[in-house]
């Protein structure tokens, strides 16, 4: 068949179409490269680990092994019957060629003909492949012709350098939230530095960082900008506490921000130093937890500090003042 006949039929096919069409043979997959899908994504998943990785878009799911020399890939494909969903499976397997040539190829293929912005981009790294996968997707990234639209980005990372591989060639615009968790079981609370982090124009734009087994190294007080943050910091000074609560309390973005620390010297002293530092908060205990309250300005609403001593917890949160009244209202009426 001539290669123009076959371009006009290659181009009425669909994503799933283009995913199985490609693994049929090399030629094939020439002419599929010519070939713009129309893809609309909300999720994406990667699961990398040795001899194996799982690709999972919306509710389909193709996974790429090794075997031997050959590369067998499965594919599972949601499809409608009448009002209920089935799965349709289907093997093949591709004489001498690479498992993870061939998920980087479908992988170039996704992001670079992707029409909307996903809701979310999830990578998982078995620990021993952590430094050797973030090179290799920055540079997918980087080749892309446009920047990763995302608005939740979750990465298995080791280091700084692995999370900078990636998170420039993101959408600073679009992205929102960020999650970082270490894979490694040998090490708790992987140390991660953010220096060259903070820099980056998307690091700025976020709203939301949260981190797993992984301890952000550097002053809390560098979190300021963020409106959500669930992150455990390596240590934390009352200083740092007052630092954010004057940050913070002027801050018509912030909703919460709920800190695991590692070491915290001085902790027992924490709200008698509050209290002797500028304008004391009030207290109050809202289900059996002591809250400190601050005033925010030009608003109805109070800035919360709550500090769990035995959990190595501190959180920061805002209370509407009617709330603060109908407790005290209450507690009157006993």
């Given at each position: 068949m001539p290669d123009d006949v076959m371009d006009r039929i290659l181009g009425n096919v669909g994503m799933e179409e283009v995913f199985s069409l490609r693994k049929v043979c090399r030629r094939l997959r020439k002419q599929l490269d010519r070939v713009v899908p129309d893809i609309r994504l909300t999720q994406l998943h990667l699961s990398i680990c040795q001899e194996q990785v799982e690709l999972g878009y919306d509710s389909d799911r193709v996974t790429y092994l090794k075997l031997g020399?050959?590369?067998?890939?499965?594919?599972?494909?949601?499809?409608?019957?009448?009002?209920?969903?089935?799965?349709?499976?289907?093997r093949k397997i591709l004489v001498d060629e690479d498992y993870f040539h061939m998920f980087l190829e479908d992988l170039q293929l996704i992001l670079k003909h992707q029409k909307a912005t996903l809701d979310v981009l999830n990578v998982v790294v078995s620990e021993e492949l952590t430094d050797k996968v973030a090179p290799i997707l920055g540079r997918i990234l980087k080749q892309n012709p446009h920047p990763l639209a995302v608005n939740t980005l979750l990465l298995d990372i080791d280091t700084e350098a692995d999370v900078l591989q990636m998170l420039p060639h993101v959408n600073e615009d679009v992205i929102k939230v960020l999650e970082l968790t270490n894979p490694r079981t040998d090490i708790q609370e992987f140390p991660l530095y953010t220096g060259e982090l903070r820099k980056l124009a998307v690091w700025k734009k976020l709203e939301e960082l949260r981190t797993r087994n992984i301890a952000v190294m550097g002053k809390p007080y560098l979190l300021g900008h963020f409106?959500?943050?669930?992150?455990?910091?390596?240590?934390?000074?009352?200083?740092?506490?007052?630092?954010?609560?004057?940050?913070?309390?002027?801050?018509?973005?912030?909703?919460?921000?709920?800190l695991k620390y590692l070491q915290f010297d001085g902790a027992d002293q924490l709200f008698s130093n509050l209290f002797f530092t500028g304008v004391p908060p009030s207290f109050e205990t809202i289900n059996d937890v002591p809250h400190y309250l601050y005033r925010m300005p030009d608003t109805t609403q109070f800035l919360s500090i709550t500090h769990h001593m035995e959990e190595m917890t501190i959180s920061f949160g805002k209370i509407d003042a009617s709330v603060i009244q109908k407790i005290r209202e209450s507690r009157n009426k006993l």
């Open positions: 020399p050959n590369c067998m890939i499965w594919q599972d494909t949601a499809q409608e019957n009448g009002t209920s969903m089935r799965k349709k499976k289907s409106q959500r943050a669930n992150v455990v910091v390596d240590q934390i000074r009352d200083d740092d506490v007052r630092y954010l609560k004057n940050v913070l309390i002027k801050s018509p973005y912030f909703q919460y921000f709920h």
